[in-house]
């Protein structure tokens, strides 16, 4: 009892181990606390946590296929993953770039090893920028070109954002010349979807090297896109901004240049065209146009008319209703709560003021936090917060006020 008591143990926001590890989406911890409860029939993927999730309930949330499987089977839930020692052993001779055992290493552990980030080798040759390696694994284990890690990010992803584009170039054309030899609509298909594929923060490999400034990828992206009729370019982010759009916001005419259908995408841009027309107008309104074939999907813009007073923000100051202000803009953190890395309470001290100077603190170094916020954006704020007469005192509940209290037992933090 007083083992299964140790198991269950819950924090302050009623998460259990179990329950962070799947929030964290780390199998292999998972799998062996879900070994123990099977075997001694603990309870312990049936504790509810915060916001009233199961660790299950949470991996169907994140639309996490392994981790739900691994909940769920009442078999050997982890059968297709090789040891944790192992996969590290291997990705070490990786990042020493060891071809001979990338050559020699059984195909089992090569296909199945995985971190705790849930990165295929494929994925560790690429950060490390080991072409050779990535080569070999791919002769290998072709099928690795299309994983993507726990956070949803391809090899695409990840050599975009670190503009490594020797690789994109690699990837690219191994991904073409596999949908071209076995042939079929249906295979190109398969390479259009891979292209296009959406991170966890809804970014495309595209629209990534499109925010870092990496030219000679969009570039690449750009020709491809055009050149078999991809939509990637249409594509739009969990802002509703397409990559083309994303350009006009964050960088100068050198990441436009290969995002608008031009017959040269090098052509520098003159003072006019023809017609008369800016260039930039033009931009925009190729812009807009892919605004609106990429709503088609049912992807709705936010609208101009989503502006926010100061007062509105501070009503959003709760565990259940969390507005952050960043910049003059605002997001709904709400549902992100649960899964910020710092902790909610950190998220909950930034309500009732200006949070850009807390955010800027944290997040200076890390574009990935910046991109993130995307998703979670609801609106402007009216005015310039810097033209408020008044100071901004921050608003939030009192952990030990009796407020905190009845939301202690509720377990909703």
């Not at 780390?26 to 999730?53: A, M, P, T, W």
């Not at 297709?80 to 990705?91: G, H, K, Q, R």
């Not at 649960?338 to 200076?364: E, I, N, R, Y």
Request: aromatic share 10%; with cysteine; charged share 25%.
């Amino acid at each position: 009892m007083k083992f299964k008591r140790w198991m269950t143990m819950q924090d302050v926001r009623g998460d259990t181990a179990l329950l962070k590890a799947a929030r964290l989406g780390n199998l292999h911890v998972v799998k062996r606390f879900i070994e123990v409860d099977r075997q001694y029939n603990l309870g312990l993927s049936k504790v509810v946590g915060f916001f009233d999730r199961t660790a299950l309930e949470c991996a169907v949330e994140k639309e996490d296929l392994e981790m739900v499987k691994l909940l769920t089977d009442d078999g050997d839930p982890y059968s297709d993953f090789v040891p944790y020692s192992t996969a590290m052993d291997l990705f070490q001779h990786v990042k020493s770039e060891d071809l001979d055992y990338i050559k020699t290493v059984e195909l089992n552990v090569l296909l199945n090893s995985r971190d705790q980030k849930r990165m295929s080798v494929l994925c560790i040759a690429t950060i490390c920028n080991q072409l050779g390696c990535c080569e070999e694994i791919l002769r290998r284990c072709p099928s690795l070109l299309y994983h993507q890690n726990y956070h949803k990010w391809s090899i695409l992803h990840h050599a975009a954002h670190l503009k490594f584009y020797r690789l994109i170039d690699f990837f690219v054309n191994a991904g073409l010349e596999a949908a071209k030899s076995e042939g079929g609509m249906e295979k190109m298909i398969c390479f259009q979807k891979w292209i296009n594929l959406k991170n966890l923060n809804y970014n495309t490999a595209l629209e990534i090297a499109t925010i870092n400034g990496s030219h000679d990828i969009v570039k690449r992206f750009a020709e491809l896109d055009r050149q078999y009729k991809l939509g990637v370019s249409e594509i739009v982010n969990g802002n509703n901004n397409t990559a083309l759009q994303r350009a006009l916001l964050c960088n100068g005419d050198e990441m436009r240049k290969p995002l608008t259908a031009i017959e040269d995408p090098n052509l520098d841009y003159g003072t006019n065209t023809d017609d008369g027309n800016f260039p930039n107008s033009i931009a925009m309104q190729q812009a807009q146009e892919s605004l609106e074939i990429g709503n088609n999907s049912g992807t709705g813009v936010v609208s101009e008319s989503n502006i926010f007073t100061f007062a509105d923000v501070l009503k959003h100051n709760n565990l259940k209703d969390c507005w952050l202000l960043i910049n003059d803009k605002i997001y709904d953190v709400t549902r992100f709560l649960g899964d910020h890395p710092g902790g909610s309470k950190v998220l909950l001290k930034a309500t009732g003021k200006d949070a850009t100077a807390d955010f800027k603190k944290v997040h200076s170094h890390s574009g990935n936090a910046v991109t993130m916020m995307d998703k979670f954006y609801v609106g402007m704020l009216e005015g310039n917060i810097k033209q408020l007469d008044t100071p901004v005192a921050p608003f939030y509940p009192d952990y030990y006020s009796s407020e905190s209290s009845s939301m202690s037992d509720s377990r909703d933090y």
